[in-house]
């Protein structure tokens, strides 16, 4: 019975070629899904950078509270001994490293409260009173983007009586 099947077949290549079922994906089912993975990458590529650069923008911002933290430690020490032995007005600290982040520092030490703008920028320094308390204004700035404010603290530091 199968030697009459195939020989039908082989005598007559029209009947035998029957209808098949397609198999796999077409060219253009393929180009259609490989552009939808190109717009959703590119959708997310965006979105990877845009992490990227918060991220970037973390690590400076941490840095520079890390340094501004040491410079009010060293500071607090500074005034601990002597609240006189402290410069007032405004010092500049340049080239400091915290993190791999290359930053500057304003600090302002003021007799009595420095006024501030909108910026956070010191526009006055009132250094004339004498008085025991120290207003201290320490500006963090990143070298690396022109001197860009990163950071700003304010704090008072007063000599403890005894």
């Not at 397609?22 to 959703?40: K, V």
Request: glycine share 4%.
């Amino acid at each position: 019975m199968m030697n009459n099947y195939l020989i039908k077949k082989l005598k007559n290549p029209v009947l035998s070629q029957q209808k098949t079922l397609e198999e796999g994906f077409s060219f253009l089912e393929c180009i259609a899904a490989i552009l939808i993975l190109s717009i959703a990458f590119a959708f997310n590529m965006q979105f990877l950078v845009f992490l990227k650069i918060e991220n970037l923008k973390q690590e400076i911002q941490t840095g520079a509270v890390s340094l501004s933290k040491e410079i009010l430690d060293d500071l607090r020490y500074r005034l601990g001994n002597n609240v006189g032995g402290i410069t007032s007005g405004k010092t500049q600290i340049l080239n400091k490293n915290m993190f791999g982040y290359d930053y500057n520092a304003d600090i302002y030490v003021c007799h009595t409260e420095p006024t501030l703008n909108a910026q956070n920028t010191v526009t006055a320094c009132p250094t004339a009173t004498a008085s025991n308390v120290r207003y201290i204004v320490v500006q963090i700035l990143d070298k690396n983007r022109n001197n860009e404010k990163v950071y700003t603290v304010q704090t008072i530091f007063t000599a403890l009586q005894q």
